[in-house]
Every structure is written in structure tokens, then in C-alpha cells.
């Protein structure tokens, strides 16, 4: 079955510095991977995505995650972190062809102190 | 483009009543919606699959005669929430996708049943 896994619940980081969000699945069959932020009281935004390909992928506001299969990671990566990144950050794997059918790990609620 | 918008963004019902929540896909068609639902401070649970003129698939543990969803069209899902009571609150966000894309996200119905 599938799963994903973010160990860490809540990650304080000053403004300005580094950032990675730790992400392990679990699946059988090469995943598709995702990285969402929600803002509260809202909806998900896509950050980037893993499909195939460059094992490196860039997404939007500046992030980036790296596939490794042999680690089974997906952690998500930002040089210099913004106040406005405060946000709970999901990882998610994507079952198989259905593409859509998503199972989320439990969430990295990122506070940025000033 | 990829617009998912869900109707309403909030609403609140009494205990025993039947509430309905609309998923649209503004820009394109969507093939294939699926239904989440996040208790507070955690992950996104997806309850069911639903293709457009077919029947939902739920995922196991999720109660069918309570959560009735209906994929009319390639354009809109609603979810049904009978009978509702206290413990059905929750934030419920739907996803849509056309074939061979990820899903696109709406920005979430909070439900609060007094």
C-alpha cells in the first residue's frame, strides 16, 4: 500500500535561511510525487511535481525537490526562506495511472520568524 | 487556466439535515473528481473517485449512504452529505483532472454541523 511519510510537524526557520521539508514514501511502482503549500482556511497549491525524468525539479516561488529512489525521499528545498512561505506543506504520491487519486503524508506546519 | 472552484466556501447546517457541496472545473473537463476531507491540523483523507457518468468508487472505511457523490457532468461533482451530525465538520476539498494531467484542487468547503 501506498504511504508518505513527513517527519517533522512544525519547522521554525528565520527569515532568510535555508529550508528542507523532508518527504519518504512508500509505493511499489515508480510514483508520481507532489509537493502542495495551503494556506489556512484554504485550498492546495501545487508547488512542483515528479513524474519522470531529471531526478532535480524546480517549482514555483522558488522551490525545489529532488527524487532519490534509493532513500525513497522527495524532500522539498528552498535557499532563502520568505515571511510569506509560512504555510502547512503537504507531501503527496500518486497512485499508479489514476493520476489524481492522492494520498498525502500529515503535513509540515513552516513558521518564519522575522 | 485549470480553474477548480467548489460552492460553497463555508456553510453551516443543522444536526440531521442533508448538505451539498459543488465541485466545477471552470476551464476544461474533468474526466475523473475526487473528494478529500481534512480534519483540523491534519492530512487530506481522500474518501472517493468519481468518473464522470459512473458511479463513485470509495475508498475503504468511507460511509457510501452518507457521503453521496454525483458525477453528472464533465463539468461538475457534488457531494451529498446526509443526514449530517456534529462529527461530519470537517474541511472538504475537491480535485479535478482531465486524461493524463494531475489533478487541479478547489479551495475547500469548511462544513460545521450544530
Known amino acids: 500500500a501506498q504511504s508518505v511519510t513527513q517527519p517533522d510537524i512544525h519547522i521554525t526557520v528565520s527569515e532568510g535561511a535555508s529550508l528542507e521539508l523532508r518527504c519518504n514514501y512508500s509505493y511499489g511502482a515508480t510514483p508520481y510525487l507532489f509537493w502542495y503549500v495551503q494556506s489556512p482556511g484554504q485550498g492546495l497549491q501545487l508547488l512542483l511535481k515528479y513524474f519522470s525524468g531529471d531526478t532535480l525539479v524546480q517549482g514555483i516561488k522558488g522551490f525545489e525537490a529532488e527524487f532519490k529512489r534509493s532513500q525513497s525521499s522527495f524532500n522539498l528545498r528552498k535557499p532563502s526562506v520568505h515571511w510569506s512561505d509560512a504555510a502547512e506543506y503537504f507531501c503527496a504520491v500518486g497512485a499508479g495511472s489514476t493520476l489524481g487519486r492522492l494520498y498525502f503524508g500529515r503535513g509540515t506546519q513552516l513558521t518564519v520568524w522575522p | 487556466g485549470a480553474v477548480v472552484s467548489q460552492h460553497p466556501s463555508w456553510v453551516i447546517c443543522k444536526s440531521g439535515t442533508s448538505v451539498k457541496i459543488e465541485c466545477r472545473s471552470l476551464d476544461f473537463q474533468a474526466t475523473t473528481m475526487f473528494w478529500y476531507r481534512q480534519f483540523p491540523k491534519q492530512s487530506l483523507m481522500l474518501m472517493a473517485t468519481s468518473n464522470e457518468g459512473s458511479k463513485a468508487t470509495y475508498e475503504q472505511g468511507v460511509e457510501k449512504d452518507k457521503f453521496l457523490i454525483n458525477h453528472a457532468s464533465l463539468t461538475l461533482s457534488t457531494l451529498t452529505v446526509t443526514s449530517a451530525h456534529p462529527e461530519d465538520s470537517s474541511f472538504y476539498i475537491c480535485?479535478?483532472?482531465?486524461?493524463?494531467?494531475?489533478?487541479?484542487f478547489g479551495q475547500g468547503t469548511r462544513l460545521t454541523v450544530v
Open positions: 480535485s479535478a483532472r482531465q486524461v493524463n494531467t494531475e489533478a487541479f
